[in-house]
């Protein structure tokens, strides 16, 4: 009678609840009852007549406080609400008030931009008219003709700087004859003689030293244009210094540096004097990405390259590189590198809440490190991470229903170098390289089911190629695994159970080595963060294992297992190989708009001396990062139905997130990324628009379920479909995200069954209380959410 009652009062308001919320809303936003009665709102801004090709960046240099809010945009009205009602300015913007000053100062800065794209006579006039407190603001350009260059000229007095620009100016330069008249192409010229001069020894050359005239008193819309880099005054050239001895020095504490120094008196035969105030660093690990080398021509790209590798060593709060001019030596310099270092330990305890619609979690972690622990600026990690899973819904309260359990253990030593047994010339010029030992202890439990043991032990190298490229080897992994089954196979449910889902319980109950490598590689992961840039991204990996314990046993002789399998050390050993490839298109809209398309494809074959892949080794679908509109491991294998398959609540209940599992996967996303609030609480909340699909499939021999297999052409019927919308809370550092997914084609039905977004417009409640009938203690859920930080591909 309580549930009853608790419907009908939610039915009785819930209407009258959203139409309070529209009128509210649709009322705020109209902001002209906010304002004086001297005062309008910029409703509209027009600029007229100015080139197609520049009209979008000439709306740029519009004033912001008088540019009006998108016809979609709730900026204005949720800011009028929150202010209306709690007086707090955090939320929205308020609306443009018409400013004439802005006006005019906008018209000057149009005007401009048009006469700096080479539009010398081009004029902007500019109109105002208010109506009922609403004002619109016009802008009429008059252009004029685009002016061309005629001839480029150049005038560099320093026969040896003119040598080098001439000689290089092909690889950078924008100005040539016939082109239009553009000020960001001399600025960025000029950006270019800059570097390309400090990257060839020319330490005091700036900027201002590079000048352009400009003669437009030609006719047809012509300009002869000069580019000057003059000498130094009183001066016949510019000078070219070569790096001498270089100082680096080491802070004695956190705190800086002290007024006085006492310099190690010994220099190295590289000529590096290194005095290590501290006593806490070794002298190679330091020295090593030092770029700036004695007797070489000084380079800007060298002093930066060590500006960015010594941060990168995260052992330095701060780095601090000048250059001394000697006396006694003319055209040299010699550098002074300061390193201040940064606290060297440090422990992390962190709490993680993982829930959605259907399970909640707890984890907590406590994390030891130290950034430098055989004082070569190795980092080395400590950690030890517990949690537990639990099943919600069913009028159960929190964590009353605990499905599963995990502990591990691990610990990390990354040293900051590819610890290699030959020499590697100019090693982290594009990237920090890293060498990591790993070992782990991982136990998971699952309720009445089975425990879970894994040992992990693995030797990486990691390295940049280029800024884009990345590149990740592992010649040694090695795995051990062993459990058991919690369950009496011998009775009628334990029976049930392994019929059930024989093949991935075999996987649990199986003690087993792997030894194997692993290599990825990644392109354009650098420019994930960047929004405004198009651009593909590409992540590639594979693991292989057996294949060198397979040669051996050839050659050594096989000790066989119960099943056949070849052995070691009385283990059988997995044989398999596992690839996967993740392509994405970032395509850039404008802003932070963005459209993202992604193909995400793995597959685990096991071959030679096993007949299935590692239970770890498995894929699942769903969840925050996948198809979205389902719980991670609820979806799939192809059109595997749990209510079918397993008769029993009991064996669902135990069989949770172990029987939807695959050995290859396929996923699909769209994403559509924008903003919808300029400020929230000090931060930007940005939206998304989402359509997934996806599955996991069986591909190996030895299953008993025909409709878990992939075939090609069943692809249609066995994908799960979904879609939804998306809110990301953005701070900066991190995203907090939260996803709607709503099912529209489930593959666990047939035929047009599958398509359950028509239940879900009609019909729901008594789907769902079907499906509960069959399918206990499962729900049907048409609408999952998803919290989770970072974006989610």
């Not at 600025?187 to 800059?194: G, H, K, L, S, T």
């Not at 193909?599 to 679908?621: D, H, Q, R, T």
């Not at 069989?655 to 939807?660: T, V």
Request: proline share 4%; glycine share 8%.
């Amino acid at each position: 009678m309580i549930l009853k009652a608790y419907l009908i009062n939610k039915k009785k308001f819930q209407f009258p609840a959203i139409l309070l919320f529209i009128i509210l809303f649709v009322t705020a936003c109209s902001s002209t009852k906010y304002i004086q009665d001297y005062q309008s709102i910029v409703k509209t801004v027009d600029i007229d007549s100015v080139p197609d090709k520049f009209s979008e960046e000439a709306y740029n240099y519009v004033q912001k406080d008088i540019r009006p809010a998108p016809k979609l945009s709730i900026n204005v009205g949720l800011y009028n609400i929150f202010y209306g009602l709690f007086k707090t300015k955090s939320v929205g913007n308020p609306a443009p008030i018409l400013d004439s000053t802005l006006v005019e100062i906008s018209r000057s800065q149009v005007e401009k931009f048009l006469v700096s794209k080479g539009y010398f006579k081009a004029k902007v006039k500019s109109d105002i008219t208010v109506e009922h407190q609403k004002a619109k603001v016009y802008f009429k350009a008059n252009p004029g003709p685009a002016f061309f260059v005629n001839k480029l000229n150049f005038d560099i007095e320093d026969p040896a700087v003119k040598s080098i620009y001439m000689d290089r100016k092909t690889q950078f330069s924008h100005l040539k004859e016939g082109m239009q008249y553009d000020d960001d192409s001399l600025a960025y010229e000029r950006d270019q003689v800059y570097e390309l001069l400090k990257e060839n020894g020319y330490y005091d050359f700036s900027r201002p030293y590079v000048k352009y005239t400009v003669d437009s008193n030609l006719n047809n819309s012509k300009v002869n244009l000069t580019l000057i880099v003059d000498n130094p005054e009183g001066k016949a050239n510019h000078d070219q210094y070569k790096i001498g001895e270089t100082n680096i020095i080491i802070a004695p504490t956190t705190d800086g540096f002290p007024d006085s120094l006492k310099l190690n008196p010994r220099i190295g035969r590289n000529g590096v004097r290194y005095t290590d105030l501290s006593g806490r660093f070794r002298r190679n690990p330091i020295v090593r990405y030092d770029f700036i080398k004695r007797g070489e021509l000084y380079s800007l790209e060298n002093e930066n390259l060590t500006y960015d590798r010594m941060y990168e060593l995260n052992v330095f709060k701060n780095v601090k590189i000048d250059y001394i001019k000697p006396k006694d030596t003319a055209n040299q310099v010699n550098p002074v590198i300061r390193l201040t270092p940064q606290k060297r330990m440090s422990n992390r305890i962190e709490g993680e809440v993982p829930f959605n619609a259907g399970t909640v979690g707890f984890t907590l972690s406590n994390t030891y490190t130290n950034n430098n622990i055989f004082r070569g600026a190795e980092r080395f990690e400590f950690q030890v991470k517990g949690g537990l899973q639990s099943r919600t819904g069913q009028g159960q309260s929190l964590f009353n229903d605990i499905y599963q359990r995990d502990f591990s253990v691990s610990a990390n030593l990354a040293v900051p170098r590819l610890m290699v047994p030959f020499d590697i010339p100019m090693m982290g010029k594009n990237g920090m390289p890293t060498t990591t030992f790993s070992t782990s202890y991982i136990y998971s439990l699952q309720k009445d089911f089975f425990d879970r043991r894994v040992y992990l032990t693995s030797i990486t190298y990691q390295w940049v190629e280029t800024k884009s490229k990345l590149h990740s080897l592992t010649p040694l992994n090695f795995e051990y695994r062993f459990g058991g089954l919690l369950i009496d196979t011998t009775t009628a449910d334990g029976k049930a159970l392994i019929a059930a889902n024989s093949y991935n319980i075999k996987l649990l109950d199986r003690r087993d080595i792997t030894l194997g490598v692993k290599y990825t590689y990644s392109l354009n992961a650098n420019k994930l963060l960047l929004p405004n840039k198009s651009f593909i991204y590409f992540r590639g990996n594979i693991d292989m294992a057996g294949n060198l314990l397979q040669g051996i046993t050839s050659i050594t002789g096989k000790n066989e297992g119960d099943d056949g399998s070849a052995t070691l050390l009385g283990l059988p050993f997995n044989q398999y190989v596992r690839p996967e490839v993740d392509v994405r298109w970032y395509k850039s809209l404008g802003g932070v708009k963005q459209f993202v398309a992604r193909l995400n494809v793995g597959v685990g074959y096991a071959y030679g001396n096993s007949n299935a892949i590692p239970f770890e080794k498995l894929f699942f679908a769903g969840g925050s990062n996948g198809v979205r509109a389902w719980q991670a491991r609820t979806l799939g294998p192809g059109n595997y139905n749990r209510g079918n398959r397993i008769t029993s609540e009991d064996l669902r209940r135990t069989l949770y997130g172990i029987d939807q599992l695959g050995q290859m996967h396929i996923e699909a996303n769209l994403e559509y990324r924008y903003k919808l609030l300029d400020k929230f609480f000090g931060a930007q909340l940005k939206g998304a628009f989402f359509l997934d699909a996806g599955n996991v499939w069986n591909i190996a021999a030895g299953n008993p379920q025909p409709e878990t297999y992939f075939k090609l052409k069943n692809l249609g019927n066995q994908l799960g479909i979904g879609t939804g919308v998306g809110l990301r809370y953005d701070v900066d550092y991190f995203v907090f995200r939260f996803d709607v997914g709503l099912k529209l084609k489930d593959p666990q039905f047939t035929g047009s069954d599958q398509w359950v977004i028509g239940k879900y417009l009609s019909g729901a409640k008594d789907f769902k209380a079907q499906y509960v009938n069959t399918h206990s203690p499962d729900s049907y859920r048409f609408v999952q959410y998803n919290f989770g930080i970072g974006m989610p591909f």
